[in-house]
């Protein structure tokens, strides 16, 4: 399989690299610190049609193939140590990917347009306060009334919810079949009678990605919201996974490339017992870690993406490449901090940042736990 | 084999793991019984996807689609023609 990039693929990731540096970095610090989320970036990410990539034209995207879309986030994270506004646009194109592929022409045509524009945020809302890893336990529910269904519950920890215009909401319609058949998507807007979002959740890292809590209080929403098949829930969600498995990972991948380029330029520069420390080989194996990790993280991931990108089933090799490359980025971030002796620990360093951002990489998106859960019922057990 | 017996075959080997006493029924009830679940039913499509040679589109990923031998078999056969 050839993973080469085409030359149009290495155009886009330099114009992207290049437009991260100059706009997304800037000012990072004090964002960070202050811990909002920044809107004019949103805005800035959405001119450059970053969220626009894989959709089709005629729903107001940009008509790339997922491979595409994979190899321009991949230069992102790499590029863009705003890794929460990273994460927020990812999240946007999950969501639009579910409605692209479960929605009906109207709801494609009234939604991707203004998601691929980012003119309107979303979110996907599945963690309740009861149920992560076992999201099917889940116990908002939408019960049949005239014209469409009433939600009722409640969902914590979601990407976006403080900012979002619209979410994906997933509820219980059927809880006798539960997990498999009774679980449904539901497309909420800000606004409705019932729906509301607590304050963004104060967290450890990612400070600029805003994630909080969603109410749903006797919450109508007509026949028209409801995204895909009564009872597809759990499909869209398991295959939903995939993509996001596979998108998000990228964009992890390139932040670790980034954390390797730098650690070796300090291991060269900076001395110690009249040597740089990069001689010494408790130093120069953790950065060979990294380049190990880096390289097969690579291998991980575009072969998620190419089989993602011909719409093929990749349970495996998208857990895969989520495992192996946040374990990585983690492994990678901690290492940097160590190689820099005092300095990784102190603020202006960066590499303290990273390593808080990169844990929320083995949580989110079904933590390593769950993904090695995964893997060992793929392997047969 | 006929399209019933290679589902059939990869249900037993593949998901349960374990010879069966009577092979499965073609209307056995595969979602009721926990053989198919939310991430069993992706492992299948997987295999359906390849073996066949098809793609099942969203429409058509619903857990009625996957509840029988007969019915992931009708599927199967509605992308083939
Ligand atoms: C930054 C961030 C962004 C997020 N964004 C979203 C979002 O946009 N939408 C959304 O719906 N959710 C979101 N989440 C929530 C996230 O998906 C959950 O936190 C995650 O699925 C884990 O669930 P939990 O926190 O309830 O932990 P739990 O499920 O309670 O797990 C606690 C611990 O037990 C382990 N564990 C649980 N079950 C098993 C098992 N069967 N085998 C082995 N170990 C197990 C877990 O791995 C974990 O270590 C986000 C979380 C974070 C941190």
Same mark, same amino acid.
């Given at each position: 399989m050839d993973f080469s990039f085409t030359p149009e693929q290495t155009a886009m990731r330099k114009t992207i690299v290049e437009f991260a540096r100059r706009e997304l970095n800037p000012g990072l610090e004090e964002r960070y610190r202050l811990g909002v989320f920044p809107h004019d970036l949103w805005e800035k990410c959405a001119q450059m049609r970053l969220l626009a990539l894989p959709f089709p034209e005629e729903y107001g995207g940009d008509g790339f193939d997922f491979l595409t879309t994979v190899a321009v986030y991949h230069a992102l994270g790499y590029a863009c140590k705003d890794s929460g506004l990273v994460h927020a646009l990812t999240t946007q194109i999950i969501c639009g990917i579910q409605i692209w592929l479960f929605g009906n022409e109207a709801q494609k045509a009234t939604f991707l347009p203004e998601l691929a524009s980012g003119e309107a945020i979303y979110a996907q809302a599945i963690t309740e306060p009861g149920s992560g890893s076992d @999201? $099917? @336990?889940?116990?908002t529910t939408a019960t049949h009334q005239e014209g469409g269904y009433v939600l009722n519950g409640s969902k914590t920890m979601i990407t976006n919810a403080p900012v979002a215009n619209r979410v994906l909401v997933f509820a219980v319609t059927d809880a006798a079949k539960k997990s498999f058949g009774g679980i449904s998507c539901f497309l909420v807007q800000a606004g409705s009678a019932g729906f509301s979002a607590g304050k963004p959740m104060e967290k450890m890292g990612l400070r600029t990605l805003a994630n909080g809590e969603l109410f749903f209080e006797a919450c109508f929403i007509p026949n028209s919201g409801l995204i895909g098949r009564e009872g597809q829930g759990a499909m869209m969600f398991s295959e939903a996974m995939e993509w996001e498995r596979t998108l998000i990972p990228a964009c992890l991948l390139g932040e670790l490339e980034r954390i390797l380029e730098e650690a070796v330029k300090y291991a060269r520069e900076r001395h110690a017992f009249g040597q740089p420390?990069? *001689? $010494?080989q408790a130093v120069s194996h953790k950065i060979a870690r990294m380049k190990l990790n880096a390289e097969l993280g690579a291998l991980c991931l575009y072969s998620a993406a190419a089989l993602k990108n011909r719409r093929k089933r990749a349970a495996l090799e998208t857990s895969v490449a989520k495992l192996f490359i946040s374990e990585s980025l983690k492994q990678a971030a901690l290492d940097a901090v160590q190689l820099r002796g005092g300095y990784g620990y102190m603020? *202006?360093?960066e590499v303290e940042r990273e390593l808080r951002d990169s844990i929320a990489a083995t949580l989110y998106s079904g933590t390593s736990e769950m993904q090695l859960n995964i893997l060992a019922k793929l392997a047969g057990l | 084999m006929n399209t019933r017996e290679i589902i059939r075959d990869f249900i037993t080997t593949e998901m349960l793991h374990q010879p069966l006493e009577t092979p499965l029924r073609d209307d056995a009830p595969l979602v009721e019984s926990g053989i198919i679940d939310s991430m069993g039913v992706m492992t299948l499509l997987s295999f359906l996807e390849n073996t066949f040679s098809i793609q099942v589109s969203g429409e058509d990923l619903m857990p009625e689609n996957f509840s029988s031998i007969e019915t992931i078999a009708t599927l199967v056969e509605r992308y083939i023609r």
């Open positions: @999201a $099917f @336990a889940m116990r420390i990069g *001689e $010494f603020t *202006e360093y | -």
